[in-house]
């Protein structure tokens, strides 16, 4: 995701709750304004399949340069260095005092 690349991703576990984040399916219809969200999560192979087909074929290059952008926001914000301070310190300030 820091790196540009459209991320498809299983949609259970680390993906789904901390990884890919706001995500899309491919069957949402993205309104004016709404974010494109930071990659895509699936389940089956068909599910999968619909994804790359949607990505693609179907997207604009400006869809992908939206999700792109978005992700490296979605990453930088979330797993920087000082986010992980950040989220250490609150964490472990719980169980010290």
Not at 58 to 82: C, Y
Request: some cysteine; charged content about 25%.
């Amino acid at each position: 995701m820091a790196a540009g690349l459209i991320t498809v991703a299983h949609d259970s576990g680390g993906p789904q709750l901390d990884i890919i984040g706001p995500a899309r399916s491919v069957c949402d219809d993205q309104q004016p304004g709404e974010s494109p969200g930071v990659g895509f999560l699936a389940r089956t192979a068909e599910e999968y399949a619909g994804i790359f087909e949607h990505v693609l074929l179907r997207m604009s290059p400006t869809q992908l340069d939206e999700i792109r952008t978005n992700a490296r926001k979605w990453v930088q914000g979330k797993f920087s260095e000082s986010r992980f301070e950040q989220d250490w310190l609150t964490n472990i300030r719980d169980f010290l005092l």
